[in-house]
Structure formats: structure tokens, C-alpha cells
């Protein structure tokens, strides 16, 4: 009987540790479901515009990492980096343009296989593919589907926070009226004046406010690093002199020595022009990006119609005192 007491203390603090044991493991196993619930979907972006909307869609539940973030750098001179395979290698999901535009994605994603990666292709997603315009963030119909898509990989992905995905999805939705709003307007002011550009980087844009773009294979050549052939370049030449055509569009991320020639071109002909970029500018969000450069193009094309109907009124008045 003696020995009674030490086995039942014995017994008592063996079922206390066991329970402390049971809870610590509770509390650990709490601790790490916290901690993945706290945790952040890694996300790579190849474009920033991408990224953004990613940011937007999915706001503190992301962490987004976008690969073209320069505005002042030529995308087309893009190379691959380690640090760029890295975070591939740990995305949980990953956004691109496709289309040609982002070759080295294709690459990267190859050589960094991702057991749960989801991979979203904006070309995919709009039917296009290589040889097409690969500038699809200036088709109004793009931006969309991209974000219905990333929605939906991101309520997969944390099905948890589903209603605020689904609320912010439809924010972003509702925030691109006042892009297609404008869009509207100037198509009802503009549809069918004659413009031009030296890529065809606004090209879908200009397309959906219905302006008629002239100089087609000159684009095509400067976007792609070949050379225009000379009958390409006379012509864009004699658009500029004989204000052919109401603004010019260049891209400001390449300007080439051409560019540069067409530029000086218009300005001495007074052809007003628009600066248009690839990559978003820092400080903006794509709706303001896209606003900010549609207002541009309604300013240079009032001034385009402006210019020319002076210098018609300038040949009525010279043509009546010959």
C-alpha cells in the first residue's frame, strides 16, 4: 500500500504530459494552419500590367513579382535572368502575354517545373498566337478575361477568401468602364480618320476607337527588327509631307534611328504625334494607364483636325489669289 501514492502520482502526471503533449500538438498544428492561412500566393507576372491587375484582383492575400517593370527599357531586349528562374521556380502561379511577345517564359517555365503551378496566357485566352499583334493589354477585350481567369485560379488557390476575390473581381470589372467609355466617344468623333505609327503597338486600341491605321508593313518591320523596304518607308514619308494622315503614334520604349527620322518627319510637317508605351508607367494602375493615353489620343487628334482644316483653309485662300 505503501507503494499505492508514488504510482498514482506516477499515473497522474503520466495523463497530465500526455494531455499537455495532446494540446501542444493541437497548438502547433493550429500554429501552422495559421500560417498557411496567413500565408501569401506567390505570383509571377512576366509583364507589370499583368502584375498589377493580379495585385488589384487578389490585393494582400498576393505576393506578385513582375519580370518587365522598366518603362524605359525595350522589352524586345529582354534577357532572362537567375533571379527570374528563382521566382518562377517558387510562383504558385504565373501570368503571361504570350503570342511571341515573351518567348523566354515558355523557356523559363520549362526548366523550372512546378508540381500546383497554374500557368494563365493572356493569348490563350483571346485566340491569338504567333504572327498576330502580340500588343493584346490594348484590346479593350483582353484585360476581361484575364482577370476572370486569375480570379478563378486565385478562389482555387485560397478557396477561403473566395468573397473577396469574387468582390474585387467585380470591382476591377466595374473600373474599366470609364476606359470603354472613352473608347466609345472617341469612335463616335474619330471612326474612319487615317493615322499611322511606327509599331504596331496601339494597334488594337486604335482598331476599337475604329481610326483607319495606315502603314502597316512599315510596322510590322520595326516591331520585328527587320528593315522596311524603301517603296515602306517612302510611303510613310509622303503620309507625313502631305498630312495623309491625322496624328503619329511611336512607341517611346524603341526609338530607333527610323523612328527617330519619322518623328522629326512629323513635327516639321506638323503632324501632331503620341508617345505610347509597352510596359506601364510606375505610379499608374492599368485603367489610368490606359485613360491617360486615350486622352492623349483625343487631344492629338483634335489638333490633327485642327491643323488640317487650316491648312485647307490656308490652300482655299492661296488658290483664290492665283
Do not use: C
Request: without cysteine; glycine residues 6%; hydrophobic residues 45%.
Amino acid at each position: 500500500m505503501k507503494k499505492f501514492g508514488p504510482m498514482l502520482n506516477g499515473a497522474q502526471r503520466a495523463l497530465k504530459l500526455s494531455k499537455y503533449v495532446a494540446v501542444s500538438a493541437a497548438m502547433v498544428a493550429f500554429g501552422h494552419a495559421a500560417m498557411a492561412a496567413d500565408a501569401k500566393i506567390p505570383v509571377v507576372a512576366a509583364e507589370n500590367f499583368y502584375g498589377d491587375v493580379v495585385q488589384q484582383l487578389g490585393g494582400e492575400r498576393v505576393d506578385v513579382t513582375s519580370i518587365l517593370s522598366n518603362p524605359e527599357q525595350d522589352p524586345h531586349l529582354f534577357e532572362a535572368s537567375p533571379k527570374t528562374a528563382r521566382a518562377l521556380q517558387h510562383a504558385s502561379l504565373v501570368v503571361y502575354n504570350g503570342a511571341d511577345y515573351d518567348p523566354w517564359m515558355a523557356k523559363l517555365l520549362a526548366a523550372s517545373k512546378g508540381a500546383k503551378r497554374v500557368t494563365i496566357v493572356a493569348a490563350d485566352l483571346v485566340g491569338k498566337k504567333g504572327g498576330d499583334n502580340p500588343h493584346l493589354w490594348y484590346d479593350p477585350a483582353t484585360m476581361p478575361k484575364v482577370a476572370r481567369a486569375v480570379s478563378e485560379a486565385l478562389v482555387a488557390a485560397d478557396p477561403a477568401h473566395k468573397s473577396a476575390y469574387d468582390a474585387n473581381l467585380a470591382k476591377f470589372l466595374d473600373s474599366l468602364k470609364p476606359v470603354d467609355a472613352k473608347v466609345a466617344e472617341l469612335h463616335g468623333r474619330y471612326a474612319g480618320v487615317p493615322v499611322t505609327a511606327t509599331e504596331p503597338v496601339f494597334g488594337y486600341m486604335s482598331d476599337a476607337v475604329g481610326l483607319t491605321m495606315r502603314n502597316l508593313r512599315f510596322q510590322l518591320a520595326t516591331m520585328n527588327d527587320t528593315e522596311a523596304s524603301a517603296a515602306d518607308i517612302a510611303a510613310f514619308e509622303r503620309d507625313l509631307r502631305e498630312k495623309r494622315v491625322r496624328v503619329l503614334i511611336y512607341n517611346s520604349q524603341a526609338t530607333e534611328a527610323l523612328t527617330k527620322r519619322m518623328l522629326k518627319l512629323a513635327q516639321q510637317s506638323k503632324v501632331p504625334t503620341m508617345s505610347v508605351t509597352e510596359t506601364e508607367p510606375a505610379g499608374k494602375t492599368y485603367q489610368t494607364w490606359m485613360l491617360t493615353q486615350l486622352d492623349a489620343l483625343g487631344t492629338a487628334l483634335a489638333s490633327g483636325d485642327a491643323n488640317g482644316a487650316n491648312a485647307a483653309a490656308a490652300s482655299g485662300a492661296k488658290g483664290k489669289t492665283q
